[in-house]
């Protein structure tokens, strides 16, 4: 209970004042319809992903030459950006996407990478040292998964810790930017956690192989990454691509709120 106490303490600390929400934006936004391709599309998620009237991507550094406002005409409405990863690392392309991406309307949100081998209260006062609070921005992202490949932490926590640091991370920038934060998961990820034991979570789910109402049965999201090998025009290479679960007026409040 001790450490439970002294780390909410020092996230206090951290965070300060909560953000103002906005208010009343809902009824000015406007969706662009998706002109979209996709360079390897899987068969069984094919054209579901057309269904939903709001899409959009996410991006980080690998992605440095992006037209926003060619992106924005072709149907880019919204974009989650990468700012940070762990505890010292800083995407080089975020202060470029963020600006640009909002001069041209694209509602745009930060995310961040956790590092399992690092305390997530550590983490958050990374992301908020480096990510600006925004009433216009999304909501910000915590992005959870293994890293097989990293060459520094490769270990993989027992669930219940995971979940644990899960919570600290998003309670604390849930104070700071007086937003509801988005969890973004893997199908792996979220099996090995069990992670749909949080409550009150917004989800962002991947599933690029497969229908997401089939890989995540039962389980609530508002986003959904359907592919990594988009092709959108202004943006060069492959870029993942995602859709809102909504109509566009329901994604006009959800902006709005």
Same mark, same amino acid.
């Given at each position: 209970m001790l450490r439970t106490a002294l780390i909410f303490t020092l996230l206090l600390a951290a965070c300060g004042t909560p953000a103002p929400r906005p208010q009343g934006q809902g009824t000015s936004v406007r969706v662009m319809t998706p002109q979209f391709g996709d360079n390897d599309p899987h068969p069984q998620v094919g054209?579901?992903?057309?269904?939903?009237?709001v899409h959009g991507v996410d991006l980080s550094r690998w992605q440095t030459g992006v037209d926003w406002a060619l992106a924005r005409g072709a149907g880019v409405n919204f974009a989650f950006v990468k700012a940070t990863e762990g505890g010292d690392v800083f995407d080089p392309m975020?202060?470029?996407?963020?600006?640009?991406? #909002?001069?041209?309307? @694209? *509602?745009?949100?930060?995310? /961040?990478?956790?590092?399992?081998?690092?305390? #997530?209260?550590?983490? @958050? *006062?990374?992301?908020?040292? /480096?990510?600006?609070?925004?009433p216009q921005a999304l909501p910000p992202v915590l992005d959870m998964e293994w890293t097989p490949t990293s060459p520094t932490c490769r270990i993989r926590p027992p669930p219940?810790?995971?979940?644990?640091?899960?919570?600290?991370?998003?309670?604390?920038?849930?104070?700071?930017?007086?937003?509801?934060p988005i969890l973004y998961v893997t199908p792996d990820f979220y099996d090995d956690n069990d992670m749909g034991r949080l409550t009150g979570v917004t989800f962002w789910l991947r599933s690029v192989a497969?229908?997401?109402?089939?890989?995540?049965?039962?389980?609530?999201?508002?986003?959904?990454?359907?592919?990594?090998?988009?092709?959108v025009p202004g943006i060069a290479g492959d870029v993942d691509l995602n859709v809102f679960n909504g109509s566009a007026q329901q994604w006009a409040v959800w902006v709005g709120r």
């Open positions: 054209r579901l992903p057309q269904r939903h009237a975020f202060p470029s996407h963020w600006t640009k991406s #909002a001069a041209v309307g @694209v *509602r745009r949100g930060a995310y /961040h990478l956790f590092y399992h081998c690092r305390p #997530a209260v550590e983490q @958050v *006062r990374w992301f908020i040292r /480096h990510v600006p609070r925004d219940a810790t995971v979940r644990a640091e899960a919570q600290v991370f998003l309670n604390a920038v849930r104070r700071h930017y007086g937003q509801q497969a229908p997401v109402r089939d890989r995540y049965p039962g389980q609530d999201w508002t986003f959904w990454q359907y592919s990594g090998t988009g092709s």
